[in-house]
């Protein structure tokens, strides 16, 4: 799926991740890109905080809780998206495993820093590879939880547990839809990927290997290759 140049593209990050998840892409030198950023602690509040900032009509793209608000915002409002892109993401509510598990992040991160909770996930994060030879990268994925801090992590970690199930939404998405599934994406599932696809008429899913969750840092052309037609400028760096 490739944007025309002119068209504002619409980046929300995953939990834990700023703009900066979005560096390594390159994307054609027309296209308009907005890194959204995720700063409220409920779902129904950040969505009505992105239509107020974003213009009229604008692709969207989201990667995990990125792609979480990215459901809820084209149920809120499908008219204002043209196109929409979910990467490594989860359509389902919170299982009780899961807000307990972030209950007890939420404590960890009082007790310590963002760095250090994001160094503990850094095994879901990124793959085995990446983690032995590409500290460039490790550094870029702590430096994110740096710049979010605890209070802005915390956030973060109460608006995931505000999310509800999207499945029923999702059969009435209308806009050309692409899915991308991390292969080796420990925490969102190549299953959760083909559910989205079977329940978006008309949606493509692509399947990246050898990537973990935060593709757009493993594999930034292939991601690339899903927002921007050929050729590719530059490396264009979130606003």
Not at 64 to 76: H, K, N
Not at 103 to 124: C, F, M, Y
């Amino acid at each position: 799926m490739s944007i025309p140049a002119g068209e504002t593209l619409v980046l929300l990050p995953g939990m834990g991740c700023t703009r900066a998840l979005w560096s390594r892409l390159t994307l054609h030198a027309g296209v308009d890109l907005r890194g959204g950023a995720l700063t409220e602690d409920d779902l129904d509040t950040q969505v009505e905080r992105l239509l107020d900032e974003l213009p009229a009509r604008f692709v969207l793209g989201g990667l995990s809780l990125g792609a979480i608000v990215a459901m809820a915002l084209v149920r809120r409002a499908p008219e204002r998206v043209s196109r929409l892109v979910l990467m490594s993401t989860n359509p389902y509510a919170p299982t009780p495993a899961q807000l307990e598990g972030w209950r007890r992040l939420r404590a960890e991160l009082s007790a310590t820093s963002a760095r250090a909770v994001q160094t503990s996930l850094l095994p879901q994060l990124l793959s085995p590879a990446v983690l032995a030879t590409r500290p460039d990268l490790v550094e870029l994925t702590l430096a994110m939880a740096d710049e979010l801090g605890a209070a802005g992590y915390d956030r973060q970690l109460r608006l995931q547990a505000t999310r509800v199930d999207a499945r029923p939404g999702l059969r009435d998405v209308r806009c050309p839809t692409v899915v991308v599934a991390a292969l080796g994406d420990r925490l969102c599932g190549l299953d959760r990927h083909l559910e989205i696809e079977a329940l978006v008429p008309g949606a493509t899913l692509v399947r990246l290997p050898d990537c973990a969750h935060l593709s757009p840092l493993e594999r930034p052309d292939a991601v690339s290759d899903q927002l921007s037609p050929a050729p590719r400028a530059e490396a264009v760096p979130p606003p």
